[in-house]
């Protein structure tokens, strides 16, 4: 079983940078690309960055592309998130997610089977 949950979250200012970590602390690691979504109130949860099981494809939303840098270390069953540069508009609910199916696109939430239970980053101006 996957177990995921994120760490790392609070209340910034703009400018700043913040690190979230998201650790696979279930039985089964699986070999999973992960990825971050977040959610804003009032809006869809939408994909931040994804990251291959090896690590070596990274792709991220244009909003978030050359500021946030995701990554993992697989020995831990952990990914981050780093964000730096950090707008208003990044506030919201971040959660990871392990990608357990291909039917569409890595972007799209329905890919993704495991969930955790989501961390709050504040941004004030």
């Known amino acids: 079983q996957v177990q995921l949950v994120e760490s790392g979250g609070g209340l910034v200012q703009a400018g700043d940078s913040l690190t979230l970590s998201c650790a696979n602390s279930g039985h089964t690691a699986g070999n999973y690309a992960m990825g971050w979504f977040r959610q804003a109130p009032g809006k869809e949860r939408e994909f931040v960055a994804v990251i291959s099981f090896s690590g070596s494809s990274k792709y991220y939303a244009d909003s978030v592309k050359f500021r946030f840098t995701i990554s993992r270390d697989n020995a831990k069953n952990t990914v981050y998130l780093q964000m730096n540069s950090l707008k208003p508009e990044d506030t919201a609910v971040y959660y990871c997610?392990?990608?357990?199916?291909?039917?569409?696109?890595?972007?799209?939430?329905?890919?993704?089977?495991?969930w955790g239970q989501g961390t709050q980053v504040t941004v004030s101006s």
């Open positions: 997610a392990a990608r357990t199916r291909y039917n569409r696109n890595y972007d799209t939430p329905g890919d993704y089977g495991y």
